[in-house]
């Protein structure tokens, strides 16, 4: 069984910076395409970013001021998250993608104030 935690998130200023780490369990970064996906208060969760080798995918929302990236040896993926807005707040998540049920952890809160 994998178990995915998320880890990095915080409370930042508008144009801050944070990078938020997902730790897998074992090996699967390098088998899966995996995702960092978020849900902000009263919306429903969507995906941030996906990684699968060299083929990457962004939501709009955040082309051009997050970078996704994973160290297969190390069982860990990352979000590099810079110029962060308040609408950017939300509880991120990484998964595979599609998000598989059994791999949903608790996330990490990520908070922009204004």
């Known amino acids: 069984q994998v178990h995915l935690v998320e880890s990095g998130g915080g409370l930042v200023q508008t144009g801050g910076s944070l990078r938020l780490s997902c730790a897998a369990s074992r090996s699967i970064f390098s088998k899966s395409i995996m995702g960092w996906y978020r849900q902000a208060p009263g919306k429903e969760r969507e995906l941030v970013a996906r990684?699968?080798?060299?083929?990457?995918y962004y939501a709009d929302s955040v082309k051009g001021r997050v970078t996704i990236s994973r160290q297969s040896a190390n069982n860990t993926m990352f979000l590099q998250m810079n110029d962060l807005k308040p609408e950017d707040t939300a509880v991120y998540y990484c998964?595979?993608?599609?998000?598989?049920?059994?791999?949903w952890g608790q996330g990490t809160a990520v908070t922009v104030s204004s």
């Open positions: 998964n595979t993608y599609p998000p598989a049920r059994q791999f």
């Open positions: 990684i699968y080798r060299d083929n990457i």
